[in-house]
């Protein structure tokens, strides 16, 4: 019996929705494959007490969590409810202790597994995930394979799972990047992220215009502040885990795209 069934004083199920898309996560294998956090900025793991601790790697059934300085937080085989946070953004989640390693003095890693009882700790998570997939994946395509006009030394092309685009202009002998689009797929709509003078914009692709996502620029801005919150998390989390030449390539890009996530609606950037 789990603590919210503890807590209510009867058993609780999960939502049909919940199955659901449990059932397509495993069908796909996607379960328990990880996703390494590359920058350990990005989410935290709140526990009782204020014990806040670094997501190392997360998947849909557990996480890794860094605590500094405290020498056992937790123990072996203990539930809590937890707070998983991602760049501002926040779910609860019931969490249980399936190994504890002491890796420094005033360090301990921790694995937890996931308990899903409703769809919002689930979708939270997927939303995470999917992206993060997404740009793993991203391989560099040689020059012979481009079009003509991304052929030259400037340029620089990947293409992941999604399908997942990024293709980047770098100034000739400083390899500053001078623009870029990331372009991917968000449940099933075309989106986009363009850079170019310094000014990252947010573009949701009509689907007439897929024929045309190398042309740079965005076809239709984000209709809602809800829209453009959507698609800078999911462009932000794709670039977070793509290969490190990418991420170095593109870092004007995330530093904006987290700039106008984590400051308060209607703030400056």
Same mark, same amino acid.
């Given at each position: 019996?789990? =603590? ?40 935290? =793991? ?26 056992? !937080?937790? @123990? ?16 609860? +989640? ?9 890796? @420094? ?12 009882? %409703? ?6 998570? $997927? ?10 994946? +991203?391989?560099?395509? %040689? ?5 003509? $006009? ?21 100034? !000739? ?13 968000? /449940? ?11 000014? +990252? ?12 996502? =190398? /042309?740079?620029?965005? $076809? ?13 998390? %999911? ?7 793509? !290969? ?15 700039? $106008?996530?984590?400051? !308060? ?5």
């Amino acid at each position: 019996m789990g =603590l919210f069934d503890k807590l209510l004083g009867r058993k609780t199920h999960r939502s049909d929705a919940v199955d659901a898309e449990i059932a397509a996560i495993v069908k796909d294998g996607r379960m328990h494959a990880r996703m390494r956090l590359h920058d350990d900025t990005v989410a935290t =793991l709140t526990l009782p007490s204020h014990l806040i601790g670094r997501v190392v790697d997360i998947s849909y059934g557990g996480i890794a969590v860094s605590f500094v300085g405290a020498k056992s !937080p937790v @123990q072996e085989g203990a539930q809590f409810e937890g707070s998983l946070k991602i760049l501002g953004a926040s779910t609860a +989640l019931l969490v249980t202790t399936v190994r504890v390693v002491a890796y @420094q003095v005033d360090a301990t890693m921790v694995g937890f597994s996931l308990h899903h009882q %409703a769809a919002g700790g689930l979708l939270f998570l $997927r939303d995470f995930i999917e992206p993060s997939r997404c740009g793993q994946s +991203l391989a560099l395509i %040689a020059p012979e394979l481009r079009q003509a $006009r991304y052929q030259g030394s400037e340029w620089h092309c990947w293409r992941g799972d999604g399908p997942t685009d990024l293709i980047a202009q770098t100034q !000739p002998g400083t390899g500053v990047l001078s623009e870029a689009i990331l372009t991917f797929r968000l /449940n099933k709509t075309y989106c986009e992220l363009t850079f170019k003078g310094g000014v +990252l914009q947010v573009g949701i692709i009509r689907q007439e215009d897929e024929s045309s996502l =190398l /042309n740079g620029t965005a $076809r239709a801005m984000a209709s809602n502040v809800d829209d453009e919150v959507r698609v800078l998390r %999911a462009g932000l989390y794709t670039l977070l885990a793509s !290969p490190a030449p990418c991420r170095a390539l593109s870092a004007p890009m995330m530093a904006l795209a987290r700039a $106008r996530l984590l400051v !308060p609606a209607g703030g400056a950037v």
